[in-house]
């Protein structure tokens, strides 16, 4: 009986260890991205991080094809002092919902008319400037929208927050 019981008690023992080592190797993981350097900044402002500066310069909201959503199209200059290259296909708009918006470089009808961003912009290349563009729904327009870059290279998160935007 005094078997049974010391042997429960170290199985129950064993197993609230192992679920709080799943918990410890689930928050290291969280803890790891967020060991990431990070700044923000405001449209027309630039902001520097190890060596990769960002600023956007204007943001243009035109009419979608669909319905209900928005073009941004954005005009972002981008300079790399660091080693690894920076890519702005990589780049997202994020709004206060945590809702990702993905690039759409200059593939939309109106193409033509932007000047798109190489796809790496590399140590010593110098400055870049060109347009970037999100189809975002309507409602995103208002819920503090921000430009992000993140690199798992350069350890580096840059947000630029777009504050609220017209509708179109």
């Known amino acids: 009986m005094k078997f049974r019981s010391l042997f429960a008690f170290f199985t129950l023992g064993l197993l609230l260890n192992g679920c709080g080592m799943l918990q410890n190797s689930a928050a290291t993981g ?14 027309n402002f630039s902001v ?18 669909r319905g209900g959503y928005t073009y941004l199209v954005l005009t972002v200059s981008l300079v790399n002092e660091s080693s690894h290259p920076v890519v702005p296909g ?8 945590a809702n990702q918006y993905i690039s759409q470089q200059t593939n939309v009808p109106f193409g033509s008319e932007l000047t798109g961003l190489p796809l790496t912009v590399n140590k010593g290349d110098e400055g870049v400037t060109g347009n970037i563009v999100f189809e975002v729904p309507n409602s995103a327009l208002q819920a503090n929208l921000r430009l992000r870059w993140e690199s798992a290279a350069h350890e580096s998160r840059i947000e630029i927050f777009l504050g609220a935007l017209p509708q179109v």
Do not use: K, T
């Not at 060991?35 to 449209?43: K, M, R």
């Open 48 to 65: 520097l991080l190890n060596g990769v500066g960002m600023q956007v310069e204007s943001v243009i909201p035109r009419p979608a094809e």
């Open 30 to 43: 969280v803890d790891a991205a967020r060991n990431y350097d990070h700044a923000s900044g405001v449209q």
């Open 90 to 97: 990589s780049f997202i708009l994020v709004d206060d919902a």
